[in-house]
């Protein structure tokens, strides 16, 4: 079956960096599409970065645009997020998506950022 699985996650100092993981089983990676979305207690989940079957096409959130970078590496089945520069409005947990058609269809469990001082 489809799985997805976070890690990378932790608590950082502002102005910190993290990379994140999403590990993939049970299809062939390569041929979708893949986000990271974050949801911070209390609001609802917001996209983050989008990036294509074969990394030719990023899109990101104006919120994060410049500071995180979404890679992904086929052979490893992995997608990244490397996060810069992160701020307290960053916390959240973040969570990776299978784009299929125009949202994703499964998610991972997610993994806990926190940028605190």
């Known amino acids: 079956q489809v799985q997805l699985v976070e890690s990378g996650g932790g608590l950082v100092q502002p102005g910190g960096s993290l990379r994140l993981s999403c590990t993939a089983s049970?299809?062939?990676?390569?041929?979708?599409?893949m986000r990271w979305y974050r949801q911070a207690p209390g609001k609802e989940r917001e996209f983050v970065a989008h990036?294509?079957?074969?990394?030719?096409?990023?899109m990101y959130a104006d919120s994060v645009k410049g500071r995180f970078t979404i890679s992904r590496d086929n052979a490893k089945n992995t997608v990244y997020l490397q996060m810069n520069s992160l701020k307290p409005d960053d916390t959240a947990v973040y969570v990776c998506?299978?784009?299929?058609?125009?949202?994703?269809?499964?998610w991972g469990q997610g993994t806990q950022v926190t940028v605190s001082s």
């Open positions: 049970g299809f062939t990676f390569r041929a979708y599409a």
């Open positions: 990036i294509s079957t074969v990394a030719a096409n990023t």
């Open positions: 998506g299978r784009v299929v058609g125009s949202s994703p269809d499964y």
